[in-house]
């Protein structure tokens, strides 16, 4: 079996469970990501914006860190091009994927963002992400400036790979994850 159909079954084993998952789960997910971010903040006192994602289905909405942080989210572009830009208080467009976006005049380099916060179907302990499979953020990390920023996954804890995950040769290692049960950084 190929690669990618192994990771097409994962992703359709893991969408399931991610689909199971309780808001219970999902508002705690959101308290970790809260207490790491804030402890990030203590310790890098001169923060730039922390990246995150436009929530689509089932995945933990981590939008409230706009009440204490600098925030940037992601826009796809085409050639499976991912941008950052300043989430400010203009109307947000759909990108190339249809994901609602800032459509900002500049996007923002690797030294202004501190963290990125991405969505994960799955993640196992070699901290080897399973995402949709557009290849952006592994194209955005392919680039050394990127993948010094620290990548964050965020899930649910029935969403942890107990075994490790198929990995391709252009998957990068996240930097850690945060469920409901753990912060794993």
Partial sequence: MTILKK??????????L???STLYQMENVEKNVKIYVDSFMKVYKNIGYIAI????????DIRSLKEKNPLAL?????HKELLFYPWDENPLTKDSEGILSPN?????????ISMIIVPCLS??????RLGYGGGYFDK???DKNWRNVPCIGVLTS??????????????IPLSGFITEKEIFV
Avoid: G, Q
Avoid at 74 to 78: A, L, N, V, Y
Avoid at 104 to 112: D, G, M, R
């Fill in 53 to 60: 994602y436009w929530p689509l289905k089932n995945e933990v």
């Fill in 140 to 142: 955005l990390r392919s």
């Fill in 104 to 112: 900002n005049s500049f996007s923002l380099s690797h030294k202004e």
């Fill in 7 to 16: 990771k097409r079954l994962e992703r359709d084993m893991f969408r399931k």
């Fill in 74 to 78: 992601p826009r796809c572009k085409d």
């Fill in 18 to 20: 991610r689909d199971n």
């Fill in 123 to 128: 993640v196992d302990k070699n901290l080897i």
């Fill in 158 to 171: 029935n969403c942890v790979s107990t075994n490790p995950l198929t990995r391709a040769e252009w998957d």
